[in-house]
């Protein structure tokens, strides 16, 4: 409506007549769910450092993987995350046990002297046996050999001694600090020190039993949460800003005995639903520990049986430096460092750019090295994996989501989509409640094709020209009487998305020489 001009004079009026431009939202914020030290449970709280993660939620806790995947995402080169810290479980301790044993003294059986703990936490510390051998001729009566063995791995320690007088080889310090396998702690026992020796013959460590605290309150339920109640995964509904999801402890709980297999189906199933729901996140899924490139596949194929666009799995777990150790590693479920790697090259490439070919930073080694003959049955059913390279480091070398679609095979296509799909839903409310005319139609496809425009250009979208690249349609025929008395407003887009050079193939042949080909 124009405006009434009652007296004379000058007027001066602003008119909008440029576009509305459309900015890219970001793509890169993760969101972790599970178990800290301290700190607000059940509530999504906003992260950008990880000095303010341990101000806030504490440090590594044993047992538990959360600190350690923030600490892999911003090591990684991630920004800002969410941290949803579920209620900590009854007995949390015990959701970290370590294989042992107690070695008896030489004075009595029944009196253990040391005990023997397995620094990998788990049943891996199961395939340990430790061999004590009395001193050889001449020697103190008191010193004794240890023989640590775990497969083709084999640790000696010589001259060890209960005591701690100047010079002697404590076992406790001596092994505790140079073994790459186990701890050592001397326990009280009467008698000498030579009586207090351990008596000699070998051990095998075991698991420890451990009462069924925690099962009910590590249930699906626990992880997954309530919208409403703002829980788990659940509560992330609130949280816009997220486009990635993980969940690491999830594992710790499985790792530990307390979950199941089927459990940790359902809840990586709610976790792709959630992001399915919300289409504008991708979860970043961990497969279980401990298996091999064969189990894996069974594991997947048999057992798990995802398909969905809006998820990927890695496999193997990868070995990191643990920070409660001493100079030990640990192993660690990827999907924190995953995440971060995400980060990293949506900000040095694009969102476009499939996050693989990457160096993993702070991975030491991997729980399985897998040949390229594993990778080609793994490849294929959705498994992203984690390869070691001679002279380059420890690389994701793997892109695809668990879609059996072949349009949504790649990370890169759907991750784009989502940035596309979102920043044009923000840079158009606008248009709410305009007129829904011609002018408005071609206001839309202005904005619009305006923002695709620079997508292309970035490098996101194939064509040599922006025709090539995409389509943007707003007309009569998507919008006729009966649409526009409904109150709707139909736009139609059609991307080309770039998608990654997977297989790389170089057709060399003998050339007799002449004429070069160019084409």
């Given at each position: ?83 949803v810290r579920l209620p900590t479980p009854e007995g949390a301790e015990k959701m970290a046990p370590a294989a042992e044993v107690a070695l008896p003294s030489r004075a009595a059986a029944a009196l253990p002297t040391l005990r023997i703990t397995a620094k990998e936490e788990g049943k891996a510390g199961e395939a340990i046996t430790a061999e004590v051998a009395p001193p050889g001729a001449g020697a103190p009566e008191d010193q004794f050999t240890l023989i640590v063995r775990r497969g083709a791995t084999q640790e000696v320690f010589e001259n060890l001694t209960i005591g701690k007088a100047k010079g002697a080889r404590n076992v406790a310090e001596v092994v505790t600090k140079e073994s790459k396998l186990v701890r050592i702690e001397v326990l009280e026992a009467p008698g000498s020190q030579a009586e207090r020796a351990p008596a000699p013959g070998t051990y095998s460590l075991t698991m420890p039993e451990t009462k069924a605290l925690a099962v009910k309150e590590l249930q699906p339920l626990v ?297």
């Amino acid at each position: 409506m124009s405006p009434q001009y009652l007296s004379p004079g000058v007027y001066v009026e602003e008119v909008e007549r440029g576009a509305k431009p459309i900015e890219g939202v970001g793509t890169a914020v993760a969101a972790f769910v599970g178990f800290a030290e301290r700190g607000p449970t059940q509530t999504p709280t906003l992260v950008t450092n990880w000095s303010q993660f341990v101000n806030t939620f504490g440090g590594f806790l044993p047992g538990f993987y959360l600190a350690h995947a923030v600490y892999g995402y911003f090591q990684n080169g991630g920004g800002s995350c969410y941290i949803v810290r579920l209620p900590t479980p009854e007995g949390a301790e015990k959701m970290a046990p370590a294989a042992e044993v107690a070695l008896p003294s030489r004075a009595a059986a029944a009196l253990p002297t040391l005990r023997i703990t397995a620094k990998e936490e788990g049943k891996a510390g199961e395939a340990i046996t430790a061999e004590v051998a009395p001193p050889g001729a001449g020697a103190p009566e008191d010193q004794f050999t240890l023989i640590v063995r775990r497969g083709a791995t084999q640790e000696v320690f010589e001259n060890l001694t209960i005591g701690k007088a100047k010079g002697a080889r404590n076992v406790a310090e001596v092994v505790t600090k140079e073994s790459k396998l186990v701890r050592i702690e001397v326990l009280e026992a009467p008698g000498s020190q030579a009586e207090r020796a351990p008596a000699p013959g070998t051990y095998s460590l075991t698991m420890p039993e451990t009462k069924a605290l925690a099962v009910k309150e590590l249930q699906p339920l626990v992880f997954v949460g309530e919208a409403a109640a703002r829980s788990g995964v659940g509560g992330l509904e609130a949280v816009d800003e997220v486009t990635m999801l993980c969940a690491p402890d999830l594992m710790a709980g499985y790792k530990a005995g307390f979950l199941s297999k089927d459990t940790v189906k359902a809840v990586q199933l709610a976790m792709l639903a959630h992001c399915e729901t919300m289409k504008d996140r991708f979860a970043i899924l961990n497969c279980p520990p401990g298996l091999s490139p064969q189990e894996v596949k069974e594991w997947r194929v048999n057992e798990a049986g995802y398909d969905s666009k809006y998820g990927a799995l890695y496999y193997p777990w990868i070995q990191v430096a643990n920070p409660l150790g001493n100079g030990a590693g640990i192993l660690v479920p990827p999907s924190g460092h995953i995440a971060g790697i995400y980060a990293r090259s949506d900000r040095e490439r694009g969102v476009h750019k499939a996050p693989a070919n990457e160096v993993v930073r702070g991975a030491l080694s991997l729980e399985t090295q897998i040949t390229k003959g594993e990778q080609d049955i793994l490849n294929p059913l959705g498994i992203n994996c984690i390869r070691a390279f001679p002279g380059r480091g420890i690389r994701i070398w793997g892109a695809r989501t668990l879609s059996s679609d072949a349009a949504w095979r790649y990370i890169n296509v759907r991750r784009l989509f989502n940035f596309v799909e979102e920043s044009i839903e923000q840079g158009t409310q606008w248009v709410v409640f305009e007129p829904n005319d011609v002018d408005l139609w071609e206001r839309v496809k202005r904005d619009v094709s305006a923002f695709l425009t620079r997508i292309w250009r970035d490098g996101a979208l194939f064509g040599r020209t922006p025709e090539e690249a995409f389509y943007v349609k707003c007309d009569e025929e998507l919008n006729p009487v009966e649409v526009r008395d409904a109150g709707q407003l139909i736009i139609e887009i059609g991307l080309a998305p770039v998608k990654p050079a997977e297989f790389v193939i170089f057709r060399i042949s003998q050339w007799a020489g002449g004429a070069a080909v160019t084409e």
